[in-house]
């Protein structure tokens, strides 16, 4: 198909479709004359999953060109593209500066750790983090033991198992850019659960008194009523 | 406490705290005398929260005065700040303009959320964007069927529901800052601790070979090894 299919297809601009292009998140087409590339389902799919990564997960460029190469390149090891993955997804904050209580912390998280029995590998900065979260807890008046980890810690389990379990059991038969779209968009998706699950439970703690209805906007009433 | 007092205690650079009392997101000092400001623990504390957002939840200044508006101003009724801050803390992505695809993944997110028996309001975009990542992994080759929602609902229930179970009974008596902060800080434990069990779950499904252990650094060096 030519770059004016693709376009209609993918519902993306011909400007934008040349953008990634030039910006090498989508391989060139195969050129049948001078100035006319022919495009197939490849790029099509390439584009949604382009798409996908800038709009939907807010990644930049950069991690998107990284994402887009590690689906090309067979030579990395799954593993490997795991932890990149999860690198980019979930970027760890800056490092605090070593302190007292930071240091009491990680003894605590050092301990849940092992209870958790997780093989982390040992540049993992996650340890830290925690550390620093629990520290920064303390000091903003949240006593909370640490009870809510282990509760954290088991859904996280949860997502990350049943995510593996879609996987084909040979690394052979892993479509990498389903499987690279599939850590994305749960990832995505976990957020706006947890935001619906958040609102939910504080509407229920909290409840507010009835307000009469907003005043409908036409957007609004295109879609059918949603049950309160 | 002088400004200097709070920037030892604190750690944070005097520069650091001027410029957070310019842009509003610390109240200002009471004056002692022309250029002497007098501070205190709730100074001290503002800054440790200021630099939560900013540094470990990664939020932008204006989100930044917004939740400290939130925190100070007790007119604002609690669930209101609940969605005020989910709004902050998870945003959604520009909606995808409509489709086929999208209509009918529209369709079973609504059946998944009566399901669910989730009370959101009615102008809650989450049931959009859910339908967006539903028809976005479908075009990018993840038939798979929508159990991993009810998963992730459920484990984004639980910590809702634990995080609520942190607040006092009544309303009076929750102190605003330490549940905001608690939400943020929530957020940012449970994406370290998802990013661990991925990397935990990745590492069994996927088993590396051994490898020689790498070149230590001094700062490798410098905390006591993990169990791996």
Redesign the interface.
């Known amino acids: 198909m030519r770059i004016s299919d693709l376009s209609r297809q993918s ?1 993306i601009p011909v400007a934008t479709i040349r953008f990634y292009l030039r910006e090498k998140l989508l391989p060139p087409g195969t050129m049948t004359a001078r100035n006319q590339a022919e495009y197939d389902e490849r790029h099509l ?1 390439r584009i ?2 382009v798409r ?1 990564l800038t ?4 990644l930049d460029l950069t991690s998107v060109r990284e994402l887009v190469s590690m689906v090309d390149d067979h030579a990395i ?3 490997e593209v ?2 990149n993955l ?1 690198r980019l ?6 490092p ?2 070593r ?1 007292e209580s930071i240091a009491e912390a990680q003894n605590e998280i ?1 301990g849940f ?2 209870r958790m029995d ?7 900065a ?2 830290e ?2 550390a ?2 629990v520290a ?2 303390r ?4 006593d ?1 033991d640490l009870g ?2 282990e ?3 088991e ?10 379990e ?2 084909p059991a040979s ?1 052979d038969d892993v ?1 990498r ?2 499987m690279i ?3 994305v ?22 409840p ?1 008194p009835a307000t009469p209805a ?1 005043p409908t906007s036409p957007a ?1 009433t295109a879609r ?5």
């Open positions: 519902g799919r949604r999953f996908a709009n939907m997960a807010a090891p799954l593993p795991f932890r999860n997804l979930y970027p760890h904050g800056s605090a500066p302190s050092d750790i092992h997780w093989r982390n590998r040992e540049e993992s996650g340890p983090a925690l620093q979260v920064t807890l000091s903003l008046g949240c909370d809510f980890l509760n954290f810690a859904a996280a389990s949860r997502l990350a198992v049943a995510e593996m879609l996987l690394t479509d850019g389903a779209a599939r850590a968009m749960f990832k995505v998706a976990f957020q706006v659960l947890h935001r619906m699950a958040h609102e939910h439970h504080a509407s229920l703690r909290f507010e907003p609004q059918p009523p949603r049950m309160r």
